[in-house]
T-cell receptor, first 113, second 112 residues
């Protein structure tokens, strides 16, 4: 089944403890991206990657890192999480054809205390 | 950055009624996507509209793009409880859609 898989679904952590949210897609998509969703602010793009080793900032990249060493994986790294990074995070991927839609994972709900 | 303003923010309709959701962009639209989200879950792609005033329909959902007005509308005919959720529009600042922006969403409840 074609899908984008995020792990974990839920994560509670403390301020400053490094964490990684994994994202994997099995559709051979070149483009992948990360979003955070907050009440009243909607979905905002954190980072995107057009291909292996090619990443770029979205609208809200501060406090996040990404890496794209393999086509299928695009982990999101929070080196020193803070409470304002408590949010619902989504990973998405997209095929190459013009106008191809984003395929979303089921989300990771992160709480930083 | 590009802002996409959706209206209304929320909507409660009786089952069987028609409804319309609007999405207005602060910048030129090169295309526009509509997604549906069930609460706390991932987004499901509904349709993508291309420049040129495209209109698309899928089952009871019709969407249209008016790029002169920098606006899109999504219309649901004879709403059903299964239509309930959050509808989001999305677009990019250019036709690569690498940077991508979403509206803040319209919450739809359909009362049986």
């Amino acid at each position: 089944e074609a899908q984008v898989t995020q792990n974990p679904r839920y994560l509670i952590t403390v301020t400053g403890k490094k964490l990684t949210v994994t994202c994997s897609q099995n559709m051979n998509h070149e483009y992948m991206s990360w979003y955070r969703q907050d009440p009243g602010l909607g979905l905002r793009q954190i980072y995107y990657s057009m291909n292996v080793e090619v990443t770029d900032k979205g609208d809200v990249p501060e406090g996040y890192k990404v890496s794209r060493k393999e086509k299928r994986n695009f982990p999101l790294i929070l080196e020193s999480p803070s409470p304002n990074q408590t949010s619902l995070y989504f990973c998405a991927s997209r095929g190459q054809g013009w106008g191809s839609p984003l395929h979303f994972g089921n989300g990771t709900r992160l709480t930083v205390t | 950055s590009q802002e996409l303003e959706q209206s209304p923010q929320s909507l409660i309709v009786q089952e069987g009624k028609n409804l319309t959701i609007n999405c207005t962009s602060s910048k030129t639209l090169y295309g526009l996507y509509w997604y549906k989200q069930k609460y706390g879950e991932g987004l499901i792609f509904l349709m993508m509209l291309q420049k040129g005033g495209e209109e698309k329909s899928h089952e009871k959902i019709t969407a249209k793009l008016d790029e002169k007005k920098q606006q899109s509308s999504l219309h649901i005919t004879a709403s059903q409880p299964s239509h309930a959720g959050i509808y989001l529009c999305g677009a990019g600042p250019d036709d690569n859609f690498n940077k991508f922006y979403f509206g803040s969403g319209t919450k739809l409840n359909v009362k049986p």
